[in-house]
């Protein structure tokens, strides 16, 4: 299994544009889940999805969206990249929706992106 | 409000010694807790949870222990290693309708020196 998969590595973006991280799974994983890492503030939940077909918001949802048609893929869209949205940005995945004791998330690599 | 913080933002070690990274939660209802060890341009990585109904579990080097009278969570790692360097983040695991929610401390940074 590859685990989870992020692309682009890095990526520098200019205020206004838009663009789309990818974030995909092999492990037949349920639930999918997007954050972003800012320093001295450890890592927030952007969207999370418990299945195909549907996603929600978590703590800091304005300004990205995300759709989830496949079990295994999860891509987060920036409408309009603004400064602020300069952080390194996690996708994790867990078997199972329900917070089953011992399933845990298993993170990606980060996607580094600068919006200048 | 929900928070989950560390107290050190640093800690060194010497190698061969034992480490001791804290951790403090503001939510009663928190029941699961995890710590995962973050290296240099890598996503965070699993190390070891625990849920409330416990007050201590160990694994291989590293043991994890909960005070839930005081909200506090701490991870040992014994006999630290150079491999141990990294960022340790805490997190607790909040109920949203059934699907986990993890809640980030702000992250520990360790370094172990020869």
């Not at chain 1, 990818?22 to 999370?48: F, K, T, V």
């Not at chain 1, 996690?90 to 919006?115: E, M």
């Not at chain 2, 989950?4 to 010694?17: A, C, I, R, Y």
């Not at chain 2, 201590?56 to 150079?82: D, E, Y």
Request: overall charge neutral; proline content about 4%.
């Amino acid at each position: 299994n590859a685990g989870v998969t992020q692309t682009p590595k890095f990526q520098v973006l200019k205020t206004g544009q838009s663009m789309t991280l990818q974030c995909a799974q092999d492990m037949n994983h349920e639930y999918m889940s997007w954050y972003r890492q800012d320093p001295g503030m450890g890592l927030r939940l952007i969207h999370y999805s418990v299945g195909a077909g549907i996603t929600d918001q978590g703590e800091v949802p304005n300004g990205y969206n995300v759709s989830r048609s496949t079990t295994e893929d999860f891509p987060l869209r920036l409408l309009s990249a603004a400064p602020s949205q300069t952080s390194v940005y996690f996708c994790a995945s867990s078997y199972s929706k329900w917070r089953a004791s011992t399933d845990t998330q298993y993170f990606g690599p980060g996607t580094r992106l600068t919006v200048l | 409000g929900e928070s989950v913080g560390l107290h050190l933002p640093t800690l060194s070690v010497q190698e061969g010694d034992n480490s001791i990274i804290n951790c403090a939660y503001s939510n009663s209802a928190s029941d699961y807790f995890i710590w995962y060890k973050q290296e240099s341009g890598k996503g965070p990585q699993f190390i070891i949870d625990i849920r409330s109904n416990m007050d201590k579990r160990q694994g291989q080097r590293v043991t994890v222990l909960l005070n839930k009278t005081v909200k506090h969570l701490s991870l040992q790692i014994a006999a630290t290693q150079p491999g141990d360097s990294a960022v340790y983040f805490c997190a607790e695991s909040l109920d949203i309708q059934g699907a986990q929610k993890l809640v980030f401390g702000q992250g520990t940074r360790l370094t172990i020196n020869p």
